[in-house]
């Protein structure tokens, strides 16, 4: 093998070596743990946002004391030409355990014909069971909320027997759905005449017509605010980053602080085996190496080891996420994983500081050096 080669030095150096990869890996762990938890929570709130994408809501105004979407309202809904059909509907909702707490789940009591139009616009399967019965108190829940709950078949979903439920009546499980779009269905014939849901509010579900959803939203948007609240994707989903975008500052501050903190150590330790190596460095220099090379050397070595790594602190992570989603995580409807673009951009800052400050020790060590003064010392 080469004795220049760097990776020569590291299979030489192992023992020194080993701390400084170990703590990098480690930090990689962490800090795409605030990535991949946050990315969750965001995650399982866009779930209910994305029902939108393929039917807005619209719902009467209940601070002005609507119950119903006035007819006229439901009669320019219909002959729209940008939203392609419309089904009355009540939404109800149970909660979902996450990994930040507990949420609602929505539940749409709907049409029995409307089954599988909104199952086909939201590319949903019937999995297990089958679909309500109309004008039963029977629901098809969606696989994620099935698990995240410890549901099964032929459950019944009792507020008697659940303090946590605030759904106001009891129904069957009787079907799983699965797909995209977190999405459960009831009877709207039962919820509509059932004495639990009096007084729920009447809901239109309007299903744009495809490549009209820019135009369908924005017609939606125009709808009376006295008498209606629209629910679209677009707006829903920039009411949600606003929100989402506070815990994000939070974050990021912190993995900054982090990052900061870890790149100080790694120049303090690259600066501490720099010391340990000076007469390796200043004999190479004395023998006629260019110092330019014996920069270069010295900072692919920082920054190989930094990138190594980093790649296998990613690799190593998610490894553990597979393991905690296997025994804990995808039997209740949630799956981590490092491997997506939110959970890797907070790990990416750490090879690119730790790095720059690696190799900043480094070179300013480097440029300084006197080859002579180190051939002379006689330690």
Known sequence: ?????????????????????????????GISLTGVLTGSISASAVSKVEVYRGAAMISPNAAEGYTGVDANIRGDLT???????????????????????????????VNQEAFPI?????????????????????????????????????????????????????FEIVGVLDGPTQLSLASLEFVSQSGDFRGR??????????GAQAAAENDIA?????MVHPY??????????KDFASMDTIVWTINSIVVLVLSLLAGLLNFIYFLDRSNEFGLLLGIGYARSFVIRRALLEALLLTLMAWVFGILFSQFIYGVLNAFVFEPRGVALSVLNWRALQFTIPIPIMVGLFSAGTVLWQLRKLDPMQMIERRD
């Open 1 to 29: 093998m080469n004795p220049l080669s760097v990776f020569t030095y590291y299979y030489r150096n192992r023992v020194k070596l080993a701390p400084v990869f170990i703590v990098l890996a480690l930090a990689v762990f």
């Open 79 to 109: 002959r729209n030409p940008n939203i392609a059909a419309t089904y009355p509907t009540i939404r109800f909702a149970t909660y979902m355990p996450t990994l930040a707490g507990q949420t609602s789940a929505h539940i749409y009591a």
């Open 118 to 170: 909104l199952m086909q616009a939201f590319d949903l399967k019937l999995v297990q069971g089958r679909l309500p019965r109309t004008g039963t108190n029977q629901i098809a829940l969606h696989k994620s909320l099935m698990g995240a709950r410890g549901f099964r078949l032929g459950e019944v979903i009792d507020p008697a027997n659940d303090e946590q439920e605030f759904i106001p009546g009891k």
């Open 201 to 210: 509010a009447r809901s239109v579900l309007a299903l744009p017509r495809v």
């Open 222 to 226: 125009k709808l009376d605010p006295a």
């Open 232 to 241: 679209t994707y677009t707006a829903e989903l920039a009411t949600f980053a």
